[in-house]
C-alpha cells in the first residue's frame, strides 16, 4: 500500500531550470566599522532595524572575527526557484547552492555586514545564509530579516531545523 502523502519534508521538487545569471551579486565591505556584536546591534539600531529578542539571542552565540584589514566579499541573493527548485528543506539549502552556483554560508562579520551595507534589502525578507546558532531550548536557528504590517524593518531568527521547507519565494543571502 502506498503512502497517502506525497509530500516529504526533505524531498526536492524540481522546478524550472537554474540560471545563473539570475544571481543578485553585491560586493560587501569588510576590515570597516563595528568590530563587536555591541557594535553591530546599536548600528543596525540606528538604521531603524530592529532586533527582535530570539535575534539578540543568536547575535550573542555569534563568534565575530572582525577582518583586521579592508577587503570585500561577494554576496549572492538567490531564491529557492533560482536554485532551481519549487521547494527546499534547510539541510539540501547549503549543499544544492554550493553544488549549482558554488555559494556558501557566509561568516558573522559577513552576514551584518550585509545587513548595514545593503539599504535596498530592506525591499525583501531575507533568510541569512549561515550555520545554524542554539537557542535556549536546543534548536537551531538563523537570522532573518522582515518588515512587519507596521513598514518597521525587523531582524529575528528562524527554526533553522534539518527538515524546515522553504518554498519557491524564500530568498537567501549566500556568499562566493
Not at 539571542?57 to 577587503?71: C, F, P, Y
Not at 537551531?140 to 531545523?161: D, E, F, I, M, Q
Request: charged fraction near 25%; proline fraction near 6%; charge should be positive.
Amino acid at each position: 500500500m502506498s503512502p497517502k502523502h506525497d509530500h516529504v519534508p526533505y524531498r526536492l521538487r524540481s522546478a524550472t531550470p537554474y540560471d545563473p545569471s539570475l544571481i543578485d551579486r553585491r560586493l560587501i565591505r569588510l576590515g570597516t566599522g563595528p568590530r563587536t556584536v555591541s557594535d553591530f546591534r546599536k548600528d543596525l539600531n540606528k538604521q531603524g532595524i530592529v532586533i527582535d529578542p530570539c535575534a539578540e539571542h543568536v547575535m550573542g552565540k555569534l563568534a565575530i572575527t572582525v577582518s583586521s584589514h579592508e577587503s570585500e566579499v561577494c554576496a549572492g541573493i538567490v531564491s529557492v526557484s533560482e536554485l532551481g527548485f519549487t521547494e527546499i528543506s534547510f539541510r539540501n539549502i547549503f549543499p544544492k547552492a554550493k553544488e549549482r552556483l558554488a555559494l556558501k554560508p557566509g561568516l558573522a562579520e559577513w552576514n551584518l555586514q550585509f545587513l548595514l551595507q545593503i539599504t535596498d534589502q530592506l525591499k525583501h525578507d531575507f533568510l541569512i545564509g549561515m550555520d545554524p546558532v542554539m537557542d535556549g531550548h536546543r534548536q537551531p536557528k538563523v537570522l532573518y530579516t522582515h518588515k512587519a504590517s507596521t513598514g518597521v524593518r525587523h531582524l529575528t531568527a528562524v527554526c533553522a531545523s534539518p527538515d524546515r521547507v522553504f518554498g519557491h519565494n524564500a530568498r537567501i543571502v549566500l556568499w562566493f
